[in-house]
């Protein structure tokens, strides 16, 4: 198992100390350029850590919904040894328009659930893809009245928004998150992808704030 928590406590300090007072929760979303960058792994070791100081509770969001991989690796035997099994599933709509939607109009709020991570305050969602039809397809928007929602009974939100190169789930949802960090794999050529993908954020009403350079990554070599 790997262990990142002397790496990455120095951005949990760091993206605190800019953190507005104003005793509401906060959202930092979390992509990569490239999907090789262990993005996931960067993101869900970031709010493990940030619970550990966390009164409210911290929400990881995984928008790869099929695959549900930050559940996943919650669930699998190592960590439940080490942090104790993911709990019951809480609903997550908190009663407002979510930011997940079926696209043939049928109601998806139950379809997103939360579930408390052992006896942290950290909560990782889950998608049940079987309450969609067969072909239908699902949507990620702003949803703006539901992150506000969010801030008011969470210390923080985590999002783990896949790179573009897997999907374009993130782009709707980088205005509104409060900070976007970048997460790299150590290589020049994805700083520069990552520069691009920054100017998008901002070109979507977003904020970058950080970049992570994961040197466990391992760049994949060219054919």
Known sequence: ???????????????????????????????????????????????????????????????????????????????VRKFGPPGAPLDASLNK???????????????????????????????????????????VRAAHDYWEAVRDVVDLAVIDAPSPERSRAGFALYGEADAVVFVVDGTEKSAEQAHVLAEEVEARGGLPAGLVVNQLARPRRAA
């Open 97 to 139: 328009d979510a930011f997940w939607k079926f696209d043939n109009d049928t109601d998806a709020k139950s379809a997103l659930t939360l579930h408390r991570v052992g006896r942290s305050r950290l909560f990782v969602s889950r998608f049940n893809a079987r309450a969609a039809a067969p072909g239908t397809r699902i949507k």
């Open 1 to 79: 198992m790997i262990d990142l928590t002397e790496d990455l406590s120095q951005l949990v300090h760091s993206l605190e100390r800019t953190r507005p007072d104003t005793g509401r929760g906060w959202v930092i979303l979390f992509t990569a350029p490239n999907r090789h960058a262990g993005l996931s792994l960067i993101t869900r070791e970031f709010a493990r850590l940030a619970a550990r100081k966390s009164q409210r509770g911290v929400w990881l969001y995984d928008l790869d919904f099929l695959a549900n991989s930050q559940y996943r690796a919650f669930a699998a035997p190592g960590m």
